[in-house]
């Protein structure tokens, strides 16, 4: 999921991953990996909101290997509370 460029410093982001942890949190769900390509500026948005770059691996688009990153929530319940 990506927010266009012209569309960014809105809270857009931020409000799709409340959102999204409160969908996840309906479900069961406790906690939330959201990989990202190492270059991608986003990444710095996700450590922002309070992910956790625990994982790593490479990821084949077409023929070339890409570096990856997870950033990891173990606990939804602080976007939860953030969202309100």
């Known amino acids: 999921m990506y927010v266009e460029p012209g569309y960014q410093k809105r809270g857009i982001g931020r ?36 992910g956790k770059p625990v994982y790593s691996k490479t990821v084949e688009i077409g023929s070339e290997e890409y570096p990856e990153t997870g950033f990891y929530w173990p606990d939804l319940q602080p976007l939860l509370l953030q969202e309100k």
């Open 15 to 50: 409000r799709l991953i409340y959102r999204a942890a409160a969908e996840l949190a309906r479900r069961g769900c406790t906690s939330l990996l959201i990989w990202a390509l190492q270059a991608n500026p986003a990444c710095d948005f996700y450590l922002r909101m309070g």
